[in-house]
């Protein structure tokens, strides 16, 4: 099946710093990609859809400022946590897929921590 | 916005079946997915349904039935390394992918 590789696995980070994570779609193109954050024992929480070559759409009560989101290619998307907090410490998991798919595939996740 | 219920958790015995039912309420439908996440890790694909019916993957059955907005998830000859979070997630008509909260199963020996 298809593979979407997200990097880093785990990041450690310091309160006020930034953080970007990669998904990477690796042999097939994504025009669209989802990002999801995750609490511990909490099920996934989406985001944002992030649309090759226009801006993202944000769920309700994510801040756009805070969590930017590039794609600009067909296979790349990021997620940047800017001025991150410790309450931002989260899983974070991307994945891709559409209406040409039947599966949603998703990237291994990032663990952040910020301390 | 989604509406996706499921038990919180289930325990059964090493051998058994367990049924994990899972119902829902969406703006439009497209489709389905079934997944197992263990602790720390990312949801990995066990079954996609859009159809009614039941399909079947080795000792992993799905059934959907679109009127009723209802799905179970059927987990038979249970072994311990079944023991997960199950997750029930619903793609609406905008494609978006919306999670239930999961089942945490448990299997004893």
């Known amino acids: 099946g298809a593979v979407v590789s997200q990097h880093p696995s785990r990041v450690i980070c310091k309160s006020g710093t930034s953080v970007k994570i990669e998904c990477r779609s690796l042999d097939f193109q994504a025009t669209t990609m989802f990002w999801y954050r995750q609490f511990p024992k909490q099920s996934l929480m989406l985001m944002a859809t992030s649309n090759e070559g226009s801006k993202a759409t944000y769920e309700q009560g994510v801040e756009k400022d805070k969590f930017l989101i590039n794609h600009a290619s067909l296979t790349l998307s990021t997620l940047t946590v800017t001025s991150a907090h410790p309450e931002d410490s989260s899983f974070y998991i991307c994945s891709a897929g559409g209406a040409s798919v039947t599966e949603a595939f998703f990237g291994q996740g990032t663990r952040l921590t910020v301390v | 916005g989604q509406n996706i219920d499921q038990p919180t958790e289930m325990t059964a015995t090493e051998g058994a079946i367990v049924q994990i039912n899972c119902t829902y309420q969406t703006s439009g439908f497209n489709g389905l997915f079934w997944y197992q996440q263990h602790a720390g890790e990312a949801p990995t694909f066990l079954s996609y349904?859009?159809?009614?019916g039941l399909e079947e993957k080795g000792r992993f059955s799905s059934f959907l039935s679109r009127s009723k907005g209802y799905s179970y998830l059927l987990l038979k000859e249970l072994q311990m390394k079944d023991s997960a979070s199950y997750l029930c997630a619903v793609r609406d008509g905008d494609y978006k992918l919306s999670f239930g909260a999961g089942t945490t199963v448990t299997v004893r020996a």
């Open positions: 349904n859009v159809l009614d």
